[in-house]
């Protein structure tokens, strides 16, 4: 039996915006960011992908675009799990600053290590500073598992056990499954889903508020490999837009 899982990384952030390193800050959508959360739901609509359950992180940009994009989709009503292994990277001391100084401050070099390397977290985030999430309530249950920095590979080692636990037997049930998350947890997904390598995975690049579907056959491997853009056009140039932050 094959299943299908879409991805959908959220709509603009205010902080995409502002072109600002996010992590696990809890910034809302842009009025931007919105209608790109909507138009998404409308492409699942028109294609006929219609999500029976959604999984979803604890932030607000991911759970508030599943919300637009299933009532746009007329799935509002469809179960939802949340779990902060669906987070985007934990961005460590880097939360809150902004791409372009950072870029010119370290330099090419260091800041694409930081961005998208595979194995090197940013420094960590001090527990006083204003964009740590220390003593946040919804993390209560990490204890020694709650992040001050991630690297790619700290994010697949905390996402792979829900993927192949919840996410999977959503779909060995049959399910059409939407997973709302973000840049760096999708792409921790699609490595995992595509078996891509330490190195290519620094290539790929996921845009916000487009919906990528895979098929997956009956071992949960993906039918066509990378999956299928709904909208290959607009993916591709917002792909462009996203590699290209910073500059
Ligand atoms: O700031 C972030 O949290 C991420 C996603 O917006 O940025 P980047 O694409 O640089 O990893």
Redesign the pocket.
Known sequence: MSSTLILLRHGE?T??ALN????WVDVPLSERGQEEARKGGELLKSAGLLPDVVHTSLLRRAITTGNLALDAADRHWIPVRRTWRLN??H?GDL?GKD?KQTLQAYGEEQFMLW??SYDVPPPPIAPDSEFSQAGDPRYADLGPEMPTTECLADVVARLEPYLRGPIADDLRAGHTVLLAA???SLRAVVKLLDGIGDEAIAKV?IPTGQPLAYELDADLRPVTAGGTYLDPEAAAAAITA?AN??R
Request: aromatic residues 14%.
């Open positions: 952030s902080w995409n600002l390193f996010t992590g985007e990277r961005y939360q791409k961005r998208r973000h840049g760096n690049n996203v932050q910073g």
